[in-house]
């Protein structure tokens, strides 16, 4: 599930408070670094769990209902958002509850929210059509929980606060991590029982060994960067240049000399979008000139050897 996006973002992060807090201790900061992405992974699974938290919440509304019903001789509530065949599934995941009681993780403290978001669910149009819908394959029933999570759930300030709350480490993640909940309910079959395989950690060793080798290369090699940069800021105001945005460049050279495979041009578009959401509005367009200019540069010095790909 960790991706380089993720890798990119939290390396930024653990790079500039390496520098900002003084102790310059590369070993630790490669243990952050690893445990600042393993948040990331506990957020996923935290998020799919709000699916069986929302359900429970749910049930509980159906019970109470159904007493009220007996005790007044009336129709009882439907059971169908209560039992939806997919919120049971993710329910019975073994390996999504084995990891909320490792972890310890649960939305108990943050039951308003639960109930909040099952309000929302209940009033919503997308609920209400679910509810008069008398298709009952799993699809239907799966469908209606992507819809709630890229309407009342993907997009929630409110959430996002109760989440930053939980954990610093979750500041800037839930963007990205709300794109594996969606992959991972669509993943889902009913066939799969209580067997079905959430996303792993890291996709595969590779990516857990980028993140490390880039954080290595990054702050090892710093002297070299920075030599780079000021080699071709002959037509750029070097001096006036935000922190922040040494930091990413500086990060951007570390994986364009360290990382063969990764064509330049990828590499400049995913730290101007950095620079962008990190650094100064004018960020973006200073760091795409100077790292096309470095890349160029270092071609023509025979330093870096791999093509610069096209340009987006």
Request: net charge negative; aromatic share 10%.
């Amino acid at each position: 599930m960790i991706n380089r996006e993720i890798i990119r973002v939290k390396v930024v992060q653990l790079t500039y408070a390496y520098y900002q807090n003084g102790n310059h201790n590369i070993d630790n900061a490669e243990k952050e670094l690893l445990f600042s992405l393993s948040k990331a992974y506990d957020m996923y699974n935290y998020l799919l769990a709000l699916i069986v938290a929302i359900t429970q919440e749910a049930r509980l509304r159906v019970e109470i209902g159904t007493q009220r019903a007996k005790r007044e001789g009336t129709e009882p509530p439907s059971q169908r958002f209560a039992y939806n065949a997919f919120a049971v599934q993710v329910e019975e995941n073994q390996q999504l509850a084995e990891f909320m009681e490792n972890q310890k993780l649960s939305w108990k403290d943050n039951i308003d929210v639960v109930r909040k978001l099952c309000d929302q669910i209940e009033q919503s149009p997308m609920y209400k059509e679910y509810m008069a819908n008398t298709d009952d394959s799993y699809e239907t029933h799966r469908e209606l929980w992507r819809k709630i999570y890229r309407t009342l759930i993907q997009d929630n300030d409110e959430l996002d606060a109760v989440l930053e709350e939980k954990s610093l480490y979750w500041n800037d993640d839930k963007e990205i991590v709300d794109t594996f909940v969606l992959k991972t309910i669509k993943r889902f079959e009913p066939q799969n029982k209580t067997k079905q395989e959430l996303l792993p950690e890291y996709k595969d060793e590779d990516d857990k060994d980028f993140a490390c080798k880039l954080l290595r290369a990054t702050i090892l090699n710093a002297d070299t960067y920075q030599r780079y940069m000021s080699e071709t800021s002959r037509n750029w105001d070097f001096s006036r240049l935000a922190y922040m945005d040494v930091v990413i460049m500086q990060i951007a050279i570390a994986e364009m000399m360290t990382f063969p495979n990764i064509p330049v041009n990828v590499t400049i578009n995913e730290y101007v979008n950095l620079a962008k959401l990190y650094s100064t509005p004018q960020s973006g367009r200073y760091i795409n000139g100077m790292l096309d200019g470095i890349a160029h540069h270092l071609k023509d010095e025979g330093v870096l050897l791999k093509p610069m790909g096209e340009k987006r």
